[in-house]
């Protein structure tokens, strides 16, 4: 399954500036992959840090979280539900992500109990583990409209 921009769109409620992945290339019952192409454009770059642009860490770890939200909202019946973290655990950075990179997120499902699950994602530049680490999220049901 590949999801473009679009139906990354009918999934996460995510917009801009805090829509952060481009393309989802994989999406299975508990592993997906997914792509963030990383430009000097990011509006991040503008303060963190301009002479020596680098991608913020959180925003790496946002990437990720984005990709397992896709996952699990795409193969469940939780569509009418924003993902919030919960926790992060063993995260571990190892090198910058700058301009020009293309980050492929690999996540993997590690247990999902009704609307909590937790998942494991590993970011890569270039097969370079840039970023890796468990993340914890809660499903929260949508309001309607009012309320």
């Known amino acids: 399954m590949d999801l473009d921009i679009r139906a990354i769109h009918t999934i996460l409620p995510h ?10 290339l994989t999406i299975e019952d508990d592993r997906a992959v997914g792509i963030k192409n990383v430009t000097m454009n990011e509006w991040f ?3 963190h ?16 979280a984005q990709v397992g939200a896709t996952m699990m909202m795409n193969l469940t019946d939780y569509r009418n539900c924003i993902p919030y973290f919960t926790s ?7 090198r910058p992500v700058v301009p020009g990179d293309t980050m492929v997120i690999e996540v993997t499902l ?3 109990r009704k609307r909590m699950g937790k998942i494991r994602g590993i970011a ?7 970023a890796e ?15």
């Open 124 to 130: 890569k530049v270039d097969e370079q583990v840039v």
């Open 15 to 24: 917009r801009y500036p805090f829509l952060l992945i481009d393309k989802v």
């Open 88 to 94: 992060l655990r063993n995260v571990k950075f190892r």
């Open 49 to 64: 840090f301009p002479e020596r642009p680098v991608m913020p860490g959180v925003l790496v770890l946002e990437s990720m």
């Open 45 to 47: 770059f503008q303060g």
């Open 133 to 147: 680490g468990e993340i914890g999220f809660s499903l929260i049901e949508q309001k309607g409209e009012g309320g």
């Open 110 to 112: 590690i247990r999902m």
